[in-house]
């Protein structure tokens, strides 16, 4: 079975600071990984994925995650955050051995502060 | 390009009651999924459809059923709602199925209150 953890419900950070929401998964085979971004009353925005390759994989709005396989994790960070990035951050898995389910996290708040 | 539509935005139904909700996929995506979104919770897969085929099913009950149409269209029924049915239904669509690599894009979801 395939599952995601991100261990942080909510994440502060000021304006300008870095950001990082952290993402740690489990899979039998080789993953699939992704980071979604959801705003209030929307369904989600695909924000970067990783496949295979360069383990810093970076996105949209300025957003980039490192694939880490030895933690099995997937962090997703950014360089300096905007007031408009708070929103509810999900991370999902999907093992490429185990069809084509999609397996999120339960989602982290990230709040920033001007 | 419009993104995936799904309607309708809002409903409300007694426990019981059948409800149907549907989703238009991206022009040119054959793959469309449903999720659960129960309030608080990340999204719980329900089921996968490709080319008209139920390609994966998560773990729900059978009062769920889903279909595709010729068009890539997708409906999601669930007959004998409960309660702990209510959630933001959310419908994803993808360029194919095999491989696994396409990213899905979702859509705004329909909101589902039972009471």
């Known amino acids: 079975a395939q599952s995601v953890a991100q261990p942080e419900d909510q994440v502060n950070v000021a304006e300008g600071n870095p950001l990082t929401v952290k993402c740690t998964y489990s899979v039998s085979g080789n993953p699939y990984l992704f980071w979604y971004v959801q705003y209030p009353n929307r369904g989600l925005q695909f924000l970067l994925k990783y496949i295979t390759g360069d383990n810093l994989v970076k996105g949209s709005y300025g957003f980039e995650a490192e694939f880490n396989k030895s933690q099995t994790s997937f962090h997703l960070k950014k360089p300096s955050a905007l007031v408009s990035d708070s929103a509810l951050y999900f991370c999902a898995v999907r093992d490429i051995n185990a069809g084509n389910m999609l397996t999120f996290g339960g989602g982290t708040r990230l709040m920033v502060k001007p | 390009d419009a993104g995936v539509t799904q309607s309708p935005t809002h409903l409300i139904k007694t426990r019981g009651q059948h409800v149907t909700l549907r989703c238009s996929p991206i022009?040119?995506?054959?793959?469309v999924s449903w999720y659960q979104q129960v309030l608080g919770q990340g999204p719980q897969f329900i089921f996968q459809y490709y080319e008209k085929e139920e390609r994966g099913r998560g773990n729900f009950p059978d009062r769920f059923s889903a279909r595709q149409f010729p068009n890539y269209s997708s409906e999601l029924n669930v007959n004998a709602l409960l309660l702990g049915d209510s959630a933001l239904y959310l419908c994803?669509?993808?360029?194919?199925?095999?491989?696994?690599?396409?990213?899905?894009?979702f859509g705004p979801g329909t909101r589902l209150t039972v009471l």
């Open positions: 022009s040119g995506h054959k793959s």
């Open positions: 994803a669509s993808s360029l194919r199925t095999s491989g696994g690599a396409n990213e899905q894009f």
